[in-house]
């Protein structure tokens, strides 16, 4: 059974770095797409970034680009988000998500099968 557990929030000043895990049990990431989303209070889950099965990597948020990265290790069946720069705005929920597919990639959080428990990531300014 695919299962999804989520660790590397915390509390971080501004300007400085985080890395979220999100390992995968059960299934392999060659045949996942993983993405992270995010979900601040009173506002809606949004797409941060993903990786594909076959390795391609999408970036969905123009506030991160440049600042956060995708990656995996496929030995550890393990997908990485590392957030840098950070700011206050980027206060959220983090989420990974995973959907059955090696080349597929959607924004649209409610197309994706399973669900990590999510980690907090809090950015004092």
């Known amino acids: 059974q695919l299962q999804l557990v989520e660790s590397g929030g915390g509390l971080v000043q501004a300007g400085g770095s985080l890395r979220l895990s999100c390992q995968a049990s059960?299934?392999?990431?060659?045949?996942?797409?993983i993405g992270w989303f995010r979900q601040a209070p009173g506002k809606e889950r949004e797409g941060v970034s993903c990786i594909r099965g076959d390795g391609r990597t999408i970036n969905y948020e123009d506030s991160v680009k440049g600042r956060f990265t995708i990656s995996r290790d496929n030995a550890k069946n393990t997908v990485y988000l590392e957030m840098s720069s950070l700011k206050p705005e980027d206060t959220a929920v983090y989420y990974c998500?995973?959907?059955?597919?090696?080349?597929?990639?959607?924004?649209?959080?409610?197309?994706?099968?399973?669900w990590g428990q999510g980690t907090q990531v809090t950015v004092s300014s």
């Open positions: 059960g299934f392999s990431l060659d045949y996942l797409g």
């Open positions: 998500a995973a959907v059955r597919s090696r080349n597929y990639c959607p924004r649209e959080y409610r197309q994706y099968d399973r």
